[in-house]
């Protein structure tokens, strides 16, 4: 690849597409982050060797600059190279003169790519005027050709609307990205459509994104695998006869659906969860929608010690080392950015084991056929990948809890009955291929357990 979008991301999918002579146009409405893509890309493409001209009809250079260093961008050490140049057009400028300054400017130096901030202040005083148009439209169209780089055009459209209407440019640009944002429960919510780039496939064409100060934009590609496969498929292993009575079999990749009545929430099957853990040398994370890090450490060590009958030092070892606990606000931030940012994270840290906990709240917070489309994208991904997917929630709506355990391969139900004056859990569970199978945590369950998880923790202790 020549060039770069300045977002590896993109790069990544799309880099047979960014070439020499590419006509790029970059349409947005007002605030969606035209400039700072134009900036990121162009300061990516100045830092590896290819000069960049920035050509600007309403921001000044100091303005621009001044933006730039809140985006992390030192334009002034790529000018001070002779690998940046900023020049500034008044908005009434006549397409003649435009383009013969532009030709005097080109042939001054050897500049790779040329960024136009924006054309509508080009378009709008000959739009009556079909010749000068099209003279415009042809020259910017020959700009990258001529140069052997690229050219970007950054054109505003109204809020509220997706239509790009520059004519026939937009029929010759090689690529057309389209920034969007919109409020969302009070949110902002962004998102780049590639709406068009020639020489690559496109599947995903949306990707979420977001402007954060010092790094500029950052984007979330959301995975769309076309086919599913069980990733790794290798059965794990376990001690504890309990979690074989409850789950027969689990493989790397699949997809447990802990539930339970939301009035009697309980964390009894992090015993599972842990035994496939020190059993198998996993590190689980663990992501909570409801709950602060401290009051998950709390309920899952109330649990090792009320039912597996260990410590409260011996349980805080246990979760210390095999899992890493974190605690995420859904409702911060748009449902596609936490779905991709979570996605992201995936496929840096590589784990074994991802917990969500909590998910009865997505019921509430966005559009259930939008939820259920990222979370069968990232079902399909984790499964591909080999990484076992467990999640907890509340069984609350009805359906929203059927469809969840209709998307997994094992569901365990916790629910509590009373039984000789006092509360006994009962635990139901299911796995496709398996029947149905119901085990009461009576005295002689639960003694047998505190024994083998002995054995557990020696697992996860030799050398004690």
């Known amino acids: 690849m020549d060039f770069t979008t300045g977002l590896k991301e993109l790069d990544k999918r799309f880099n047979e597409a960014f070439q020499p002579g590419t006509l790029t146009v970059i349409v947005g409405h007002p605030g969606a982050g035209k400039t700072t893509l134009a900036l990121q890309l162009c300061h990516a493409n100045a830092r590896i060797g290819h000069k960049c001209l920035y050509i600007s009809f309403q921001e ?22 002779g690998l940046f140049k900023h020049v500034r057009f008044p908005m009434m400028t006549l397409v003649d003169d435009l383009i013969r300054e532009l030709s005097v400017l080109l042939s001054s130096d050897s500049y790779r790519v040329i960024v136009v901030d924006s054309i509508n202040a080009l378009l709008e005083p000959v739009k009556n005027k079909d010749e000068q148009r099209m003279l415009l439209q042809n020259f910017f169209y020959e700009v990258s050709r001529s140069i052997r780089g690229i050219a970007v055009l950054l054109a505003e459209i109204p809020m509220g609307e997706e239509r790009v209407n520059l004519g026939s440019i937009e029929f010759v640009s090689d690529i057309v990205i389209i920034l969007k944002h919109h409020v969302v429960r009070g949110l902002l919510d962004r998102a780049m459509e590639i709406r068009k780039i020639r020489g690559a496939p ?24 076309e086919r599913i496969f069980l990733g790794d498929g290798t059965p794990l292993e376990d001690t504890l006869s309990l979690t074989r009575e409850v789950i027969p079999r689990l493989l790397r990749g699949e997809v447990v659906f802990f539930t339970y009545d939301p009035f009697a929430r309980s964390a009894i099957p992090v015993i599972f969860i842990l035994d496939y853990l020190v059993s198998n040398e996993m590190v689980a994370f663990f992501t909570s929608y409801v709950y602060s890090k401290d009051e998950v450490l709390d309920s899952v060590v109330k649990v090792l010690v009320n039912y597996a009958g260990i410590s409260r030092k011996e349980a805080h070892r246990l979760v210390d080392k ?69 999640r907890f929630g509340a069984c609350t709506p009805r359906d929203w809890c059927e ?62």
């Open 60 to 81: 000044d250079k100091e303005k621009l600059y001044r933006h730039a260093r809140r985006l992390g961008l030192d334009l002034e050490g790529l000018e001070e190279k």
């Open 403 to 464: 469809m969840n355990a209709a998307l997994s391969d094992v569901v365990v139900q916790t629910r509590f009955v009373e039984k000789n004056g006092s509360t006994v859990p009962i635990i139901q569970s299911w796995r496709r291929g398996s029947e149905p199978r119901t085990i009461e945590l009576n005295e002689e369950v639960l003694n047998k357990l505190r024994s083998e998880f002995k054995a557990l923790l020696k697992k996860a202790f030799p050398s004690e």
């Open 202 to 225: 496109l599947r995903a064409v949306e990707f979420p994104f977001e402007i954060v100060e010092g790094e500029g934009i950052r984007v979330f590609p959301p995975p769309a695998p």
């Open 322 to 390: 095999y899992m890493v606990v974190e605690s995420v606000n859904p409702a911060g931030e748009a449902l596609t950015s936490l779905y991709s940012r979570s996605i992201l994270e995936f496929e840096k840290s590589k784990p074994d084991v991802i917990v969500f906990h909590g998910i009865e709240v997505f019921s509430k917070l966005f559009d259930e056929k939008d939820y259920f489309n990222s979370l069968v994208n990232e079902l399909i991904w984790t499964k591909n990948n080999g990484v076992t997917n467990m």
